[in-house]
Protein backbone atom coordinates (compact mmCIF):
# COMPACT_ATOMS: atom_id res chain seq x y z
CA UNK A 1 0.00 0.00 0.00
CA UNK A 2 2.88 2.39 -0.33
CA UNK A 3 2.38 5.27 -2.05
CA UNK A 4 4.50 6.30 -5.52
CA UNK A 5 7.00 9.34 -5.41
CA UNK A 6 4.79 11.40 -6.79
CA UNK A 7 1.64 10.57 -5.11
CA UNK A 8 3.95 11.20 -1.60
CA UNK A 9 4.82 14.59 -3.05
CA UNK A 10 0.93 15.48 -3.75
CA UNK A 11 0.23 14.65 -0.38
CA UNK A 12 2.61 16.74 1.04
CA UNK A 13 1.86 20.01 -0.66
CA UNK A 14 -1.72 18.67 0.24
CA UNK A 15 -1.25 18.18 3.83
CA UNK A 16 0.32 21.76 4.35
CA UNK A 17 -2.65 23.37 2.54
CA UNK A 18 -4.87 21.48 4.30
CA UNK A 19 -2.80 22.82 7.92
CA UNK A 20 -1.79 26.32 6.72
CA UNK A 21 -4.94 27.24 4.80
CA UNK A 22 -8.45 24.72 5.86
CA UNK A 23 -8.08 23.88 9.39
CA UNK A 24 -7.75 27.63 10.81
CA UNK A 25 -10.65 28.82 8.83
CA UNK A 26 -12.48 25.35 10.37
CA UNK A 27 -14.14 26.75 13.53
CA UNK A 28 -15.13 30.03 11.94
CA UNK A 29 -16.66 28.51 9.34
CA UNK A 30 -18.62 26.43 11.07
CA UNK A 31 -19.99 28.80 13.38
CA UNK A 32 -21.56 31.22 10.74
CA UNK A 33 -22.09 28.43 8.19
CA UNK A 34 -20.13 30.16 5.45
CA UNK A 35 -18.22 28.37 2.80
CA UNK A 36 -14.89 29.45 2.67
CA UNK A 37 -14.20 30.76 -1.12
CA UNK A 38 -10.74 31.68 -0.76
CA UNK A 39 -9.88 28.36 0.07
CA UNK A 40 -11.51 26.68 -2.95
CA UNK A 41 -9.62 29.44 -4.86
CA UNK A 42 -6.61 27.70 -3.04
CA UNK A 43 -7.53 24.14 -3.97
CA UNK A 44 -8.33 25.58 -7.90
CA UNK A 45 -4.54 26.90 -7.78
CA UNK A 46 -2.82 23.73 -7.10
CA UNK A 47 -5.03 21.87 -9.56
CA UNK A 48 -7.38 20.23 -7.01
CA UNK A 49 -10.73 21.03 -8.85
CA UNK A 50 -9.48 19.34 -11.85
CA UNK A 51 -8.93 16.18 -9.98
CA UNK A 52 -11.26 14.19 -12.40
CA UNK A 53 -10.75 16.09 -15.43
CA UNK A 54 -8.38 14.66 -18.15
CA UNK A 55 -5.51 16.40 -19.15
CA UNK A 56 -6.38 17.64 -22.56
CA UNK A 57 -9.23 20.07 -20.77
CA UNK A 58 -6.80 21.36 -18.39
CA UNK A 59 -7.26 18.77 -15.65
CA UNK A 60 -5.23 16.77 -13.05
CA UNK A 61 -6.63 13.45 -14.26
CA UNK A 62 -5.54 11.81 -11.02
CA UNK A 63 -5.09 8.41 -10.57
CA UNK A 64 -8.04 7.22 -8.02
CA UNK A 65 -5.34 6.30 -4.55
CA UNK A 66 -4.27 10.16 -5.70
CA UNK A 67 -7.43 11.07 -5.65
CA UNK A 68 -7.71 9.20 -1.85
CA UNK A 69 -5.08 10.80 -1.02
CA UNK A 70 -6.25 14.66 -1.74
CA UNK A 71 -9.57 13.74 -0.03
CA UNK A 72 -7.91 12.41 2.95
CA UNK A 73 -5.95 15.29 3.50
CA UNK A 74 -8.31 17.81 2.63
CA UNK A 75 -10.87 16.47 5.17
CA UNK A 76 -8.20 16.77 7.74
CA UNK A 77 -8.48 19.95 7.35
CA UNK A 78 -12.28 20.44 7.06
CA UNK A 79 -14.66 17.76 6.14
CA UNK A 80 -17.14 20.68 4.38
CA UNK A 81 -14.51 21.32 2.16
CA UNK A 82 -13.45 18.19 1.12
CA UNK A 83 -17.67 17.25 0.40
CA UNK A 84 -17.79 20.15 -1.97
CA UNK A 85 -14.57 19.03 -3.86
CA UNK A 86 -15.38 15.38 -3.94
CA UNK A 87 -18.89 16.99 -5.19
CA UNK A 88 -17.61 18.56 -7.55
CA UNK A 89 -15.96 15.56 -8.95
CA UNK A 90 -18.24 14.00 -9.18
CA UNK A 91 -19.74 16.66 -11.70
CA UNK A 92 -17.03 16.76 -13.58
CA UNK A 93 -16.32 12.95 -13.54
CA UNK A 94 -19.75 12.67 -15.30
CA UNK A 95 -18.86 14.89 -17.96
CA UNK A 96 -15.80 13.53 -18.86
CA UNK A 97 -16.99 9.60 -18.61
CA UNK A 98 -20.30 10.07 -20.33
CA UNK A 99 -20.20 14.09 -22.28
CA UNK A 100 -19.95 14.78 -26.08
CA UNK A 101 -17.02 16.27 -27.21
CA UNK A 102 -18.66 19.74 -27.89
CA UNK A 103 -19.83 19.13 -23.50
CA UNK A 104 -16.64 18.28 -22.21
CA UNK A 105 -15.16 21.53 -24.24
CA UNK A 106 -17.67 23.60 -23.34
CA UNK A 107 -17.66 22.97 -19.30
CA UNK A 108 -14.10 21.13 -18.36
CA UNK A 109 -11.52 23.28 -18.97
CA UNK A 110 -13.30 26.12 -16.70
CA UNK A 111 -14.09 23.76 -13.88
CA UNK A 112 -11.04 22.11 -13.69
CA UNK A 113 -9.96 25.93 -12.92
CA UNK A 114 -12.45 25.86 -10.63
CA UNK A 115 -15.82 27.90 -11.53
CA UNK A 116 -18.55 26.88 -12.50
CA UNK A 117 -18.45 24.83 -8.92
CA UNK A 118 -20.54 21.34 -10.29
CA UNK A 119 -23.35 19.82 -8.22
CA UNK A 120 -24.82 16.73 -8.87
CA UNK A 121 -28.49 16.75 -8.80
CA UNK A 122 -29.76 12.32 -7.75
CA UNK A 123 -31.71 12.74 -4.57
CA UNK A 124 -34.95 13.84 -3.92
CA UNK A 125 -37.62 14.44 -0.91
CA UNK A 126 -38.96 10.94 -1.37
CA UNK A 127 -36.01 9.24 -3.29
CA UNK A 128 -32.69 8.97 -1.62
CA UNK A 129 -31.50 5.84 -1.08
CA UNK A 130 -34.19 4.44 -3.99
CA UNK A 131 -33.39 7.02 -7.23
CA UNK A 132 -35.69 4.62 -8.90
CA UNK A 133 -38.19 6.53 -7.25
CA UNK A 134 -37.67 9.49 -8.48
CA UNK A 135 -40.19 11.67 -9.83
CA UNK A 136 -38.62 14.58 -11.47
CA UNK A 137 -39.72 14.71 -15.12
CA UNK A 138 -37.26 15.76 -18.43
CA UNK A 139 -40.33 15.69 -21.33
CA UNK A 140 -39.10 15.85 -24.57
CA UNK A 141 -39.93 19.00 -26.56
CA UNK A 142 -38.83 19.52 -29.93
CA UNK A 143 -34.90 20.14 -29.79
CA UNK A 144 -35.55 20.67 -26.18
CA UNK A 145 -36.34 19.09 -23.15
CA UNK A 146 -38.68 20.01 -20.49
CA UNK A 147 -38.05 19.56 -16.78
CA UNK A 148 -40.18 19.68 -14.01
CA UNK A 149 -39.30 18.08 -10.43
CA UNK A 150 -37.55 18.70 -7.30
CA UNK A 151 -34.60 17.71 -6.51
CA UNK A 152 -32.88 17.65 -2.01
CA UNK A 153 -29.49 17.34 -0.26
CA UNK A 154 -28.10 18.74 -3.13
CA UNK A 155 -24.18 19.87 -2.19
CA UNK A 156 -22.68 22.45 -3.85
CA UNK A 157 -26.39 23.76 -4.33
CA UNK A 158 -26.03 27.73 -4.15
CA UNK A 159 -22.58 27.78 -4.95
CA UNK A 160 -22.94 26.03 -8.80
CA UNK A 161 -22.97 26.91 -12.25
CA UNK A 162 -23.66 23.25 -13.51
CA UNK A 163 -25.86 20.61 -12.30
CA UNK A 164 -25.78 16.96 -13.12
CA UNK A 165 -29.63 16.12 -13.10
CA UNK A 166 -31.15 12.70 -13.16
CA UNK A 167 -34.71 12.43 -14.27
CA UNK A 168 -37.14 10.09 -15.81
CA UNK A 169 -38.16 11.05 -19.84
CA UNK A 170 -41.15 9.09 -18.27
CA UNK A 171 -42.88 9.73 -15.89
CA UNK A 172 -44.09 6.17 -15.47
CA UNK A 173 -41.47 4.01 -16.32
CA UNK A 174 -38.40 3.54 -13.49
CA UNK A 175 -36.29 2.34 -16.06
CA UNK A 176 -35.99 5.72 -18.27
CA UNK A 177 -33.73 7.85 -15.69
CA UNK A 178 -31.24 9.85 -17.85
CA UNK A 179 -28.68 12.26 -16.84
CA UNK A 180 -28.37 15.92 -18.21
CA UNK A 181 -26.20 18.99 -17.38
CA UNK A 182 -28.83 21.83 -16.75
CA UNK A 183 -26.47 25.36 -16.33
CA UNK A 184 -27.42 27.18 -13.16
CA UNK A 185 -28.60 30.65 -14.49
CA UNK A 186 -31.69 28.52 -16.70
CA UNK A 187 -35.18 30.27 -16.06
CA UNK A 188 -37.58 27.98 -13.43
CA UNK A 189 -34.79 27.02 -11.61
CA UNK A 190 -35.42 27.75 -7.98
CA UNK A 191 -32.08 27.10 -5.27
CA UNK A 192 -33.70 26.59 -1.60
CA UNK A 193 -32.30 28.45 1.12
CA UNK A 194 -29.32 26.38 2.85
CA UNK A 195 -30.35 23.62 5.15
CA UNK A 196 -29.53 24.18 9.03
CA UNK A 197 -27.71 20.64 9.66
CA UNK A 198 -26.03 18.99 12.63
CA UNK A 199 -22.39 19.19 11.24
CA UNK A 200 -20.77 19.95 7.82
CA UNK A 201 -22.45 23.35 8.71
CA UNK A 202 -19.88 25.76 6.04
CA UNK A 203 -21.20 22.68 3.49
CA UNK A 204 -23.76 24.41 1.06
CA UNK A 205 -26.68 22.12 0.87
CA UNK A 206 -30.13 23.05 -0.78
CA UNK A 207 -33.43 22.21 -2.62
CA UNK A 208 -33.62 22.53 -6.07
CA UNK A 209 -37.09 23.15 -7.77
CA UNK A 210 -37.69 22.73 -11.68
CA UNK A 211 -40.53 24.54 -12.75
CA UNK A 212 -40.97 24.16 -16.82
CA UNK A 213 -36.71 24.33 -16.65
CA UNK A 214 -35.95 23.96 -20.97
CA UNK A 215 -32.43 23.04 -21.79
CA UNK A 216 -31.86 22.13 -25.57
CA UNK A 217 -32.11 18.39 -26.05
CA UNK A 218 -27.86 18.68 -26.95
CA UNK A 219 -27.50 19.04 -23.07
CA UNK A 220 -28.36 15.46 -22.80
CA UNK A 221 -25.65 13.62 -20.98
CA UNK A 222 -26.20 9.71 -21.34
CA UNK A 223 -28.79 7.69 -23.61
CA UNK A 224 -32.31 8.04 -22.51
CA UNK A 225 -32.83 5.33 -19.45
CA UNK A 226 -28.54 4.70 -18.75
CA UNK A 227 -28.84 7.47 -16.17
CA UNK A 228 -29.02 5.12 -13.61
CA UNK A 229 -26.52 2.89 -14.58
CA UNK A 230 -24.14 6.26 -14.88
CA UNK A 231 -25.17 7.70 -11.41
CA UNK A 232 -24.63 3.89 -9.56
CA UNK A 233 -20.80 3.31 -12.20
CA UNK A 234 -19.83 7.05 -10.88
CA UNK A 235 -21.16 6.50 -7.33
CA UNK A 236 -18.30 3.85 -6.76
CA UNK A 237 -15.61 6.36 -7.13
CA UNK A 238 -17.61 9.17 -5.06
CA UNK A 239 -17.89 6.10 -2.47
CA UNK A 240 -14.05 5.90 -2.05
CA UNK A 241 -13.70 9.85 -1.78
CA UNK A 242 -16.16 9.70 1.34
CA UNK A 243 -14.04 6.75 2.62
CA UNK A 244 -10.86 8.67 2.44
CA UNK A 245 -12.15 11.73 4.04
CA UNK A 246 -14.05 9.24 6.81
CA UNK A 247 -10.16 8.32 7.17
CA UNK A 248 -8.99 12.15 7.59
CA UNK A 249 -11.40 12.61 10.09
CA UNK A 250 -10.60 9.99 11.78
CA UNK A 251 -6.70 10.77 11.69
CA UNK A 252 -7.85 14.31 12.78
CA UNK A 253 -9.55 13.07 15.93
CA UNK A 254 -6.67 10.69 16.47
CA UNK A 255 -4.02 13.24 16.68
CA UNK A 256 -6.38 15.71 19.00
CA UNK A 257 -6.83 13.01 21.52
CA UNK A 258 -3.26 11.95 21.38
CA UNK A 259 -2.09 15.86 22.04
CA UNK A 260 -4.41 16.34 24.53
CA UNK A 261 -3.92 13.22 26.34
CA UNK A 262 -0.16 13.77 26.54
CA UNK A 263 -0.94 17.62 28.17
CA UNK A 264 -4.23 16.69 30.39
CA UNK A 265 -3.01 16.07 33.82
CA UNK A 266 -5.04 13.93 36.34
CA UNK A 267 -4.35 11.65 39.05
CA UNK A 268 -0.33 12.70 39.64
CA UNK A 269 -0.01 12.57 35.64
CA UNK A 270 -1.06 13.05 31.91
CA UNK A 271 -3.94 11.03 31.37
CA UNK A 272 -1.82 9.34 28.22
CA UNK A 273 -0.33 7.17 31.49
CA UNK A 274 -3.75 5.89 32.52
CA UNK A 275 -4.61 2.53 30.31
CA UNK A 276 -7.77 2.98 29.65
CA UNK A 277 -6.67 5.99 27.71
CA UNK A 278 -3.80 4.01 26.29
CA UNK A 279 -6.23 1.45 24.87
CA UNK A 280 -8.88 4.28 23.47
CA UNK A 281 -5.78 5.60 21.26
CA UNK A 282 -4.44 2.10 20.59
CA UNK A 283 -7.98 1.36 19.12
CA UNK A 284 -8.71 4.66 17.29
CA UNK A 285 -5.68 4.23 15.27
CA UNK A 286 -5.74 0.48 14.21
CA UNK A 287 -9.58 1.51 12.91
CA UNK A 288 -7.90 4.44 11.39
CA UNK A 289 -4.94 2.24 9.50
CA UNK A 290 -7.37 -0.29 8.26
CA UNK A 291 -9.92 2.06 6.86
CA UNK A 292 -7.14 3.73 5.03
CA UNK A 293 -5.65 0.39 3.47
CA UNK A 294 -9.33 -1.16 3.20
CA UNK A 295 -9.62 2.53 0.84
CA UNK A 296 -6.65 2.51 -0.88
CA UNK A 297 -7.50 -1.19 -2.05
CA UNK A 298 -10.49 0.30 -3.51
CA UNK A 299 -8.84 3.05 -5.24
CA UNK A 300 -6.45 0.71 -6.63
CA UNK A 301 -9.70 -1.86 -8.22
CA UNK A 302 -11.32 1.21 -8.94
CA UNK A 303 -8.49 1.95 -11.34
CA UNK A 304 -8.15 -1.99 -12.46
CA UNK A 305 -12.24 -1.61 -13.14
CA UNK A 306 -14.77 -2.20 -11.55
CA UNK A 307 -15.01 -1.94 -7.57
CA UNK A 308 -17.97 -1.98 -6.33
CA UNK A 309 -17.39 -4.87 -4.06
CA UNK A 310 -14.63 -2.57 -2.42
CA UNK A 311 -15.55 0.79 -2.30
CA UNK A 312 -18.95 0.16 -0.11
CA UNK A 313 -16.62 -1.88 2.16
CA UNK A 314 -13.87 1.14 2.54
CA UNK A 315 -17.11 3.39 2.88
CA UNK A 316 -19.31 1.14 5.22
CA UNK A 317 -16.06 0.64 7.66
CA UNK A 318 -14.28 4.21 7.05
CA UNK A 319 -17.27 5.70 8.10
CA UNK A 320 -17.87 3.76 11.04
CA UNK A 321 -13.83 4.20 11.93
CA UNK A 322 -14.56 7.84 11.64
CA UNK A 323 -17.55 8.29 14.48
CA UNK A 324 -15.73 5.49 16.63
CA UNK A 325 -12.53 7.87 16.86
CA UNK A 326 -14.31 11.21 17.11
CA UNK A 327 -16.43 9.70 20.04
CA UNK A 328 -13.33 8.55 21.43
CA UNK A 329 -11.68 12.00 20.95
CA UNK A 330 -14.78 13.78 22.99
CA UNK A 331 -14.45 10.66 25.72
CA UNK A 332 -11.00 11.51 26.38
CA UNK A 333 -11.70 15.33 25.84
CA UNK A 334 -14.22 14.92 28.88
CA UNK A 335 -15.69 18.71 29.01
CA UNK A 336 -13.96 20.42 27.01
CA UNK A 337 -14.47 17.73 24.17
CA UNK A 338 -18.21 18.82 24.72
CA UNK A 339 -17.82 22.39 24.19
CA UNK A 340 -17.91 24.21 20.72
CA UNK A 341 -14.88 26.36 20.95
CA UNK A 342 -13.17 22.57 20.71
CA UNK A 343 -12.00 21.03 17.37
CA UNK A 344 -13.44 17.32 18.74
CA UNK A 345 -16.63 18.56 18.81
CA UNK A 346 -16.94 19.64 15.47
CA UNK A 347 -15.15 16.58 14.09
CA UNK A 348 -18.07 14.53 16.24
CA UNK A 349 -20.82 16.36 14.38
CA UNK A 350 -19.42 16.44 10.76
CA UNK A 351 -18.40 12.64 11.18
CA UNK A 352 -21.84 11.75 11.09
CA UNK A 353 -22.82 12.71 7.93
CA UNK A 354 -20.07 9.95 6.20
CA UNK A 355 -22.65 7.18 7.64
CA UNK A 356 -25.16 8.31 5.48
CA UNK A 357 -24.41 10.60 2.14
CA UNK A 358 -23.32 8.87 -0.83
CA UNK A 359 -25.14 5.52 0.03
CA UNK A 360 -26.30 4.78 4.10
CA UNK A 361 -24.01 2.47 5.96
CA UNK A 362 -27.32 0.03 5.03
CA UNK A 363 -27.25 0.49 1.81
CA UNK A 364 -23.34 -0.54 1.60
CA UNK A 365 -23.91 -3.80 3.73
CA UNK A 366 -26.68 -4.44 1.04
CA UNK A 367 -24.34 -3.60 -1.99
CA UNK A 368 -21.93 -5.88 -0.10
CA UNK A 369 -24.51 -8.66 0.37
CA UNK A 370 -25.47 -8.49 -3.26
CA UNK A 371 -21.69 -8.93 -4.87
CA UNK A 372 -20.89 -11.52 -2.52
CA UNK A 373 -24.35 -13.78 -2.95
CA UNK A 374 -24.83 -12.90 -7.01
Same mark, same amino acid.
Given at each position: ??????? +???????????????????????????????????????????? &????? =???? @??????? +??????????????????? !??????? #???? *?????????????????????????????????? +??????? /?????? =?????????? &??????????? *???? @?? @????????????????????????????? /????????? *??????? $??????????????? *??????? /?? %??? +???????? #?????????????????????????????? $?????????? /?????? %????????????? %??????? $???????????????????? =? !? &??????????????????????????? !????????
Amino acid at each position: MELTEEQ +AAVRDVVREFAGEEIRPTALEADETQAFPEDVWDGLAELDLTGL &TVPEE =YGGY @DAHPVTA +AVVNEEVAYGMLAVATALS !VHSLATS #CIAE *FGSENQRERWLPEMAEGRPVGAFALSEPHAGSNP +AEMSTVA /RRDGDE =YVIDGEKQWI &TNGRRAGVYVL *FAKT @DR @DDPSSVTQFLVPGDVDGLTVGEKEDKLGL /RASDTTSLT *FDDVRIP $AENRLTEEGKGLSAA *FHILTGG /RI %AIA +AQSVGLAR #CALDEATAYSREREQFGGPISDIQTIRHKL $AEMATRTRAA /RLLTRD %AARKRAAGDAALE %ASMAKYF $ASEAAMFATNEAVQIHGGYG =Y !V &TEGEVERLYRDAKITEIYEGTTEIQKT !VIARELLE
